[in-house]
């Protein structure tokens, strides 16, 4: 009974348009929604994703390096989806953002990346470029995938399938950089399902962390990666 009902609820939070609507508030538009209600994500099983090509749209000669969303989606509008699951920022030169010590004014699915001059010590931001994690209709169509693995259970903070893990554990089984991931909520009846997902990209792997849901519980997920 109590899963029918979540299972109920959790139709709710599916737009018919996946894909066209930064915002999925389709049933009570008169009440405020919760932060986790807005930032709720369908994820269709049938889905996989990809990372897009890299995007260096500014440099930091001005105010910093801005690379949003809304600005690359003008920019390239048929090779960014509006609603990536995920996003990734590195320097020209490959050195992941986390890693350069500069501090960032945005870096999230959301928003793109944004690196603003004032806000670092030396004064002066180093070039970014970044990718998205986008659903299939932004990927090649030939995928060759792996088998499905599910490795953990949100029983503790959540369910981490991260391709680290997967691949040390099912040896020769991965290729070593897959260009495709998707995850796919286990023993559900329904097709999709509104999880917030905190990872979801091939270099990385699938994590939904129990913290970041409504009701503080994942689904089980198992995942596969495409190998070319
Ligand atoms: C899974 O991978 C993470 C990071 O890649 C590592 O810290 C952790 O120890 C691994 N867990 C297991 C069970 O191998």
């Known amino acids: 009974m109590i899963k029918l009902w979540t299972i109920a609820l959790v139709v709710t939070f599916v737009s018919p348009s996946f894909g066209n609507h930064h915002q999925l ?17 369908s994820i269709f099983s049938s889905e996989y994703y990809c990372w897009t090509q890299w995007f260096d749209r500014d440099d930091p000669s ?9 600005d690359l989606l003008k920019q390239y509008p048929n090779e960014i989806c509006p609603n990536p699951v995920d996003v990734e920022a590195t320097t020209l030169s490959g050195t992941p ?5 500069e501090v960032f004014y945005k870096y999230d699915k959301t928003s793109g990346f944004v690196c603003r001059n004032e806000d670092q010590k030396q004064g002066m931001c180093s070039d970014y470029r970044v990718r998205f ?3 299939s209709a932004y990927c090649s169509e030939k995928v060759c995938w792996t088998e499905w693995f599910d490795r953990d259970n949100p029983s503790g903070t959540g369910d981490w399938e991260l391709l680290s893990n997967l691949t040390t554990e099912n040896p020769g089984k991965i290729c070593e950089t897959p260009q495709y991931i998707q995850a796919k909520a286990k023993s559900l009846l329904a ?3 509104g999880d917030n997902i905190y990872i979801y990209n091939p270099t990385q792997g699938f994590v939904c962390r129990n913290e970041d849901q409504t009701f503080k519980k994942c689904w089980d997920y198992e ?3 495409g190998c070319c």
């Open 97 to 101: 953002a986390k890693q350069t010590g």
């Open 191 to 193: 097709s999709f399902i």
């Open 223 to 225: 995942v596969r990666f």
């Open 62 to 70: 001005g105010t910093g390096d801005w690379e949003t969303l809304s």
């Open 25 to 41: 508030n389709p049933v009570h538009p008169s009440s405020e929604p919760s932060k986790a209600f807005r930032e709720t994500r």
């Open 133 to 135: 994690s986008c659903p």
